[in-house]
């Protein structure tokens, strides 16, 4: 399942567009909150500082997902100079399990970043519902009552889910399209129907 030269130009340069595009738009989206998690830990921000909940975890899990899914746009890049060398072409199938693992990487952090927003919404919302409905100052100071606090570390973990969701989506929109682009390549056809034609030969 060889790429010929064609058609190496052509998913070259899909794959550098897309690289760039989602390296340059998830680097953004993964600073974003990193940026407020620092100011808030390192910065003069008034208050008690809740400790690390379940939904934070699954926060930082999510952002640790989309730094490995910016790195693979980033890996798309190299892919289109690989497709530019014919020496280091990488073959058909190596190329849909590259695209193949991008889509699961996305998948899994939509996945977490989702649940975690469910969890987070409900929380807040059951909460609210405990408090008089004029309302109320929701911080709390009360070291037993940390289950009920709203603190700005909520919010960061929201700011980072979203962000997370965005950049996700991006990915999976954009590696979509590429396996799109590559399933309909001719080249691609032809060499799937051969090595389908020759597992039923050898079978």
């Known amino acids: 399942m060889n790429i010929s030269d064609d058609?190496?130009?052509?998913?070259?340069r899909a794959f550098a567009r897309v690289g760039w595009t989602g390296l340059c738009i998830q680097g953004v989206l993964i600073i974003l909150p990193l940026l407020m998690l620092g100011y808030m830990?390192?910065?003069?921000?008034a208050g008690v500082r809740a400790p690390l909940g379940l939904t934070e975890y699954m926060a930082l899990t999510s952002l640790l997902?989309?730094?490995f899914t910016t790195f693979w746009s980033f890996y798309y890049t190299r892919v289109a100079r690989r497709l530019a060398d014919p020496a280091r072409?990488?073959?058909w199938d190596s190329l849909v399990k590259i695209l193949w693992i991008g889509l699961w990487a996305s998948c899994l952090g939509i996945a977490i970043s989702l649940l975690s927003l469910f969890?987070?919404?409900?929380?807040?919302?059951?909460l609210f519902l405990k408090t008089p409905?004029?309302?109320v100052p929701v911080m709390r100071t009360q070291l037993e009552a940390v289950s009920e606090w709203?603190?700005?570390l909520d919010a960061v973990g929201l700011l980072a889910e979203v962000c997370t969701l965005a950049g996700e989506f991006l990915l999976l929109g954009l590696t979509l399209w590429l396996l799109s682009k590559?399933?309909?390549e001719p080249d691609y056809q032809s060499a799937a129907m051969q090595a389908t034609e020759s597992g039923l030969h050898s079978a």
């Open 7 to 12: 058609a190496a130009a052509r998913i070259g």
């Open 41 to 45: 830990i390192f910065g003069k921000v």
């Open 65 to 67: 997902i989309l730094a």
């Open 89 to 91: 072409r990488p073959r």
């Open 119 to 126: 969890i987070e919404v409900t929380r807040l919302l059951i």
């Open 133 to 135: 409905q004029a309302g």
């Open 150 to 152: 709203v603190s700005a």
């Open 182 to 184: 590559i399933t309909w």
